[in-house]
Nanobody, 117 residues
Framework: QVQLVESGGGLVQPGGSLRLSCAAS????????MGWYRQAPGKQRDLVASITSGGTTYYVDYVKGRFTISRDNAKNTVYLQMNSLKPEDTAVYYC???????????WGQGTQVTVSS
């Protein structure tokens, strides 16, 4: 069983920055593809960024150049650095782990990010 715990959310003004962290329990974290998703009220949960075990990253267009996903396998942690935040970035942010030999994905509990003046 894998547990994911997100942290780092909060209230920030437009143009500000936040760094989200997602710590994973268990072994073999380095083999997992990790993703950050977000869900705004009344909307579906969408992928924001992902990083493979080999370090290949993917970003949805509307965060490119502003968000950076990274991982520290020694700490079993994935990060999402968010810069130049906009009010439309307001959402609950979730991390997800996908291990290649598992048939289910693991999700964290989410962390709220609110961008407002």
């Amino acid at each position: 069983q894998v547990q994911l715990v997100e942290s780092g959310g909060g209230l920030v003004q437009p143009g500000g920055s936040l760094r989200l962290s997602c710590a994973a329990s268990g072994s073999h974290f380095s083999l997992a593809t990790m993703g950050w998703y977000r869900q705004a009220p009344g909307k579906q949960r969408d992928l924001v960024a992902s990083i493979t075990s080999g370090g290949t990253t993917y970003y949805v267009d509307y965060v490119k150049g502003r968000f950076t996903i990274s991982r520290d396998n020694a700490k079993n942690t994935v990060y999402l650095q968010m810069n130049s935040l906009k009010p439309e970035d307001t959402a609950v942010y979730y991390c997800k782990a996908r291990y290649p030999w598992m048939t289910v994905d693991y999700w964290g509990q989410g962390t709220q990010v609110t961008v407002s003046s």
